[in-house]
Nanobody
């Protein structure tokens, strides 16, 4: 059974940074394509970043140059470094691998 647990969300001022982490069990992240998604109030869930097994990454246009996805194969975790955060980045952020989703972590960008 695959389990994903996100951490690292919180409240940050515009221009600040946060680092999200997703710990996986029951699946090897480095052999799959884990991704980060987000859902803002009243909006559909959207892809933020993906990282495939050979290390290629894809980003939503809205976060390119500000967010970086990475993984720690030894710890079987995937991270999302978020810099230059904007109020429009406010959302619940989810980790996804194959068909499994984490429970989500809230990110709020506000002054």
């Amino acid at each position: 059974q695959v389990q994903l647990v996100e951490s690292g969300g919180g409240l940050v001022q515009p221009g600040g940074s946060l680092r999200l982490s997703c710990a996986a069990s029951g699946i090897i992240l480095s052999a799959n394509t884990p991704g980060w998604y987000r859902q803002a109030p009243g909006k559909e869930r959207e892809m933020v970043a993906l990282l495939n097994s050979v290390g290629s990454a894809w980003y939503a246009d809205s976060v390119k140059g500000r967010f970086t996805i990475s993984r720690d194969s030894a710890k079987n975790t995937v991270q999302l470094q978020m810099n230059s955060l904007k109020p429009e980045d406010t959302a619940v952020y989810y980790c996804k691998v194959a068909t499994a989703w984490g429970q989500g972590t809230q990110v709020t960008v506000s002054s």
